[in-house]
């Protein structure tokens, strides 16, 4: 039990302390620490905003992440639930209520207690349209927003309108907002435009370990240690033990590994294999040590484009034909020289796939379905049987008479999936196809898969947030807003899509978690039949530490090095700077 | 006497580069789109005269290279078999097919020649960069060739009739001078079709290129002009009723040649500089097809720039090529005088 009272001592702040009842503080139980120390960590893009509520883009999380708590929390390390500003939870048998028991006597960063009125209230920002919030999807059960009811100051009372399988695992990263600062933003609708950069740091108040600082525009955000902080050490010495956590604005990778290196910054995290390389073969004994956690949750995916129509009108009915034909994707498929691109783009630091869950996703992944080995003898039978021949200098042409040419778009600034573009074009020249690689930005890319779709094929990556399916609904229903290769469905266009829905939808709500994998496992099977993505390969997640930060405990889970924040601390000597 | 030997230097190294682009399919030992996937960034291979027991052979030879960790990092030479290199071997192309020609040297499999190395995916630097020469110095002839063209025809017109068309064309020269021409690439680019095969990509360059930089040698030439018409002899076949047409083809064009080549040979430098940086940038001509413009693009992440020298090549290639056209050009200012500048 992980869980314990701890004693009032003298580390509680005044505050708590004045109003009585001692704090329910959570007692980790790593190992105890020192306090004090700065730790300086890179970001690779500016945050567009300290608001939970609006927050898309991953530095905004990043910040975010450490400044906020959520009343159910997953453990990146064992990826269970665990719990967190909830002391305790109960499910009713039907699956559709959860009574939640807060902790009592906590505050937030400014002092101000916690109570389950901001709870209540939080629940209400997240669903209010007005906001906009990307997690409002997830709180929309069975087609009706959850319902939370206060019970008393420190309970309350959830109600799904359906039972929901994943419903511990959608309170993670969830923000409790304090409602004495946000009550009257939220009242005239102005919520989303909240607790923007320029925000005074008083005015700014949450229940994670630190609180802002200062803010510093295009340079760096400081955030230091909120002496209200909800945790304890074994010693019942309160977190966390840093002082400070400087973020700094480091844009690229190769800069970032370069600070990393010099000591400017004393973590890296998701830096390429060909960097971790380089920064373990120049590793000095005792400055920094690095660790590969073997593949995490992204995996990247020649994804086809199967919309009929759209936003692109003519572009879309020039796409041709062949792209919809299932034994053409299934021959590219097993053209593809994937153990090549793990060797050559990730010098053997990724995993080949077989389904798009990648192998770091051990609780979900079909064990059954493995990378198709290569074979251009298999490919040429499919082909064949799906009407291609080929002209005299071995060029494929389709079965109206066409040459057979395929154009990949993928994002400029990611070195490893043009790569891999530029294999997939060597890996399909045998079979007569011509392949050109058109590199784009990022929002290029996305701007064609998600509206003009002008484009056949696009080389990407996804990287789901959590290993639970069901943060990939979107992603798979065919009514879903990311339904990457057909946007817009009102029916499911194909038999296997309506077969995908139907198993999504039956996991959402099955509480038997091996009907679940089940489920999830025929879902994969599907996939990789029909192929409307190809997956590739899952990079390894590769992350370093300078020498002497405690409790230094990586997860291929999001955060991955700072997930742990409250409890990371400065073995002595602490690093100087 | 010095001048003349650094002009002859200049000369050969010029044609010997020329030469070597030409005749790229020859001398390259591979295919420049060939990967070889097991060796991704390997160190040039070593040329070999005395085997392990420590006999000479006059023809060198090679061994066979392996990475046992799978990374790309740790390559050694597998001594046990040593593999002469063998000389006019018939080329294969890409697919394994052989074809009629010839390659100059290659060695048996499994063993590789690879002289400059490989990049990431297994290609060989050499023959990459025989390839890539073709485009990157036809891009800075052609583009030389285009700009001096309309700049000498813009600049002769400015020159020889003077008045309002002078005026128009002068200023429009100078509009296009204080164009960022950098931005407008990339602007040109973004607008352009997807599909967008390397031989247009690298036409599209080659124009674009051309027709932004005719300003400069427009000036030049107009200046030229503008003193050939009043010349006195100038004057006199005007009064004997020669045809502006004449006058500018016998008596003025003839005073323009001077600066038009030492232009030349100052603008196809610049224009293969224009080649490199755009194809660096990914604006030019685009993967898998090499220019020395993209192969240095890889240089662009941080360990390829610390851990592989090869990979600089074409870089360093760029430094003789920009040394013969200078040297040319000096040369050939001197002889054509103060107006060649």
Redesign the interface.
Known sequence: MRVRLAVAGVLLCPLASAQGPSPDLLQSDHDVGRPGGRLVFALRSEPKTLNPVAAVDSASRDVIGRMTSDLIHIDRQTQRTTPALARSWTISPDGRRYTIELRRGLSFSDGHPLDADDVVFTFRCYLDERNGSPQRDLLVVGGKPVVVRKLDAYRLELEMEQPYAAAERLFDSLAILPRHLLEAAEREGRLAQAWGLGTPSPEIAGLGPFRLKEYRPADRLVLERNPHYWKVDRAGGRLPYLDEIVFLLVPTE?AQ??RFKAGETDLVSRI?A??F??LS?EAAPGRYRLEDLGPGLEYSFLLFNLNETGGGGEAVSARPAWLKQTLFRQAVSVAL?RP?MV???Y??RATALGTHVPPGNKLWVNGALGPPPRSLTRARELLSRAGFSWGPE?KLRDAGGTPVEL?I?TS?AN?PR??MA??I??DL??LGVTV????LENRAVLDRVLRSH??DAALMALASGDVDPTSEMNLWLSSGATHLWHLGQSQPATAWEKEIDELMRRQLVTLDSRERKRCYDRVQELVAENLPLIPLVSPDVLVGAREGLGNFRPAILDHNVLWNADELFWGAPAPRR | MKGRLAVGLALAALATVHLAALCAGFLAPYAPLEQTRALPYAPPTRLHFVDAEGRFHLRPFVYAIADPSGAGEAYQEDRRQPYPLRFLVPAVDATGAATTGKRLLGVDEPARVFLLGTDGLGRDQLSRLLHGARISLLAGLLATVLSLGLGWLLGTLAGFYGHGLDAVLMRSAELFLALPWLYLLFAVRAALPLHIAPAQAFLLLVLVIGLVDWARPARLVRGVVLSARERSYVLAARGFGASDFHLIRRHIAPQTLGLLLTQAALLVPQYILAEVTLSFLGLGVSEPVPSWGNMLAALQRYHVLTSYWWMWVPGLALVPVFLAYYALAEALRRRAGPAAL
């Open positions: 190769d590994v370069i390429g060909e960097n390389n380089v073969r020289d090549g060797r050559l783009v010098q053997g071995g154009t778009i400029a070195a043009v790569q530029t294999i074009q060597e020249r045998p050109q690689v058109v590199p002008d484009y």
